[in-house]
């Protein structure tokens, strides 16, 4: 089993910044996949960012060059730092681990973006 456990969500304006973190512990030898997701009201959930076990990334179309993810391998703590927020990027944010044969999730955390 792995547990992920999310912060750094909140409030923040048009153009604001917020970084979340999504520490892993547990059986996280498994793990292949590390990322964010998130979900509005009324839409589907969405992948936003994810990286593999090499290091590669890949980014939702819409927050290329506004986000980073990154990951502290030696903490098993990855990383979304979101720049000049938008309000459609208002949602609830998932942390999710793919093991290759399981979906792990957060318990999700809120990020509001005000107009």
């Known amino acids: 089993q792995v547990q992920l456990v999310e912060s750094g969500g909140g409030l923040v304006q048009t153009g604001g910044s917020l970084r979340l973190s999504c520490a892993a512990s547990g059986s996280t030898f498994g793990i292949k996949v590390m990322g964010w997701y998130r979900q509005a009201p009324g839409k589907p959930r969405e992948m936003v960012a994810d990286i593999n076990s090499a290091g590669s990334v890949n980014y939702l179309d819409s927050v290329k060059g506004r986000f980073t993810l990154s990951r502290d391998n030696a903490k098993k703590t990855v990383y979304l730092q979101m720049n000049s927020l938008k309000p459609e990027d208002t949602a609830v944010y998932y942390c999710?681990?793919?093991?290759?044969?399981?979906?792990?999730w957060g318990q999700g955390t809120q990020v509001t973006v005000s107009s």
């Open positions: 999710n681990a793919w093991a290759g044969y399981q979906d792990y």
